[in-house]
């Protein structure tokens, strides 16, 4: 089937143009995170500890105070892709005014707890500003250094941006999806392949390997191999990779099982042509539909291992944000009145695995997919 064909048949259903659509977002918020989040800090990891685990759409008044030391510039390759250091210390206020050279704040404790305090103008005010008249050192503190936020997701109960973590997390989730896929696929397909073509010894050892290692849970065989090449953001990508090529080897060495009986293998052997430019320029392509549907399966399982593992406290660590991780920090709030905490990066996951089955089980219908 033609591949205009194909993309017809698969977004004539409003299922697939849904799912695509949420699969697309979630890519681009991962890809332009640190540009759209409120908190574009490193891993958007500013705690305000007075906004711990506050509801949706909680805003507050907040004054910036510089920092005494202030981290080295980045470059905006290197901003966009790992955030940028903020080069003030955060503070929750209620109200405040001026009188003179003086800031006078109420800041904010807890709901009903506020306390004053004092600050001279030229120690909250940055060096180049120190010098300016008092009016005017009062405007640009009222323009640039206080600001009302709004938490439109809530705080976590660290007091971070929840929706600033989600968007970032993401890349966790896009990241492990694809390592996952192209690790599993590659090890899958030259094994299946050559398993399925060649068969006999070859078959035999193959198969071998694909039986003892479907007998060991997902879980067990990734905790094994954690343990052994360390945990860390690429670690728990190549570790769950390695687990998941076993069920894609197995469907293409059916595959290639039932296309070498076919007349055109056997005339391109009569040629004289070479095992291995039969197998990958007359085989392979003739089974790219299979892998697509393996590819879309895959990465959905990859996705929900690692928020598992992360949940589990061996995957991505602290404070890297990570849909798993932000579960296991709050997941003992769902008895509580803050249960969103633990809700919205499960609703994230379950959205995001749910897209890619549903391009799955379309792609399996429309390309007549048979294990």
């Known amino acids: 089937m033609a591949a205009d064909g194909i993309a017809r048949k698969l977004f004539s259903r409003a299922s697939v143009v849904v799912a695509m659509a949420v699969i697309v977002i979630t890519c681009l918020l991962a890809v332009f995170a640190y540009m759209v989040v409120p908190d574009n800090t490193p891993n958007a990891n500013t ?101 009302e936020r709004r938490f439109y ?42 398993a399925g073509y060649f068969g006999g010894v070859v078959d035999n050892a193959v198969m071998w390997i694909i039986n003892i290692l479907w007998a060991i849970p997902t879980l067990l065989l990734v905790f094994a191999i954690t343990l052994t090449i360390g945990k860390g953001f690429w670690e728990i990508f190549i570790a769950i990779g390695l687990t998941m090529w076993v069920s894609a080897a197995r469907l293409i060495r059916g595959q290639v099982l039932v296309l070498r009986e076919m007349e055109y293998i056997t005339a391109a052997k009569a040629l004289g042509l070479g095992d291995m430019r039969i197998i990958f320029r007359h085989i392979l392509p003739n089974i790219a539909g299979p892998v697509m549907v393996i590819a879309a399966s895959n990465f959905a399982t990859a996705i929900l291992i690692e928020a598992g593992l992360s949940f589990l406290g061996i995957g991505v660590q602290p404070p890297q944000p990570s849909w798993g991780l932000m579960i296991k920090e709050h997941y003992n709030f769902l008895l509580t009145n803050r249960p969103l905490l633990a809700i919205i990066p499960g609703l994230a996951i379950m959205l995001l695995v749910y897209a890619f089955n549903i391009l799955g089980n379309a792609l399996r219908d429309v390309l007549d997919v048979k294990g």
């Open 47 to 147: 705690m305000i500890i007075e906004l711990g685990a506050k509801q949706p759409r909680f805003t507050k008044q907040l004054l910036y105070l510089p920092k005494s030391v202030q981290e080295e510039k980045k470059s905006l390759l290197a901003e966009w892709f790992t955030g940028k250091a903020s080069a003030y210390k955060v503070s929750p206020i209620n109200t405040y005014w001026f009188t003179d050279d003086k800031l006078y704040t109420l800041h904010y404790i807890d709901d009903g707890m506020q306390d004053t305090i004092t600050y001279k103008l030229t120690d909250i005010l940055p060096a180049a500003q120190q010098n300016l008249p008092i009016d005017k050192q009062q405007t640009y503190i009222k323009t640039h250094q206080i600001d």
């Open 153 to 194: 997701l809530g705080t976590d109960r660290y007091g971070r941006d929840i929706l600033s973590r989600l968007i970032i997390g993401a890349r966790v989730s896009i990241a492990v999806g694809i390592v996952a896929v192209l690790l599993s696929l590659t090890i899958g397909i030259l094994l299946g392949s050559l």
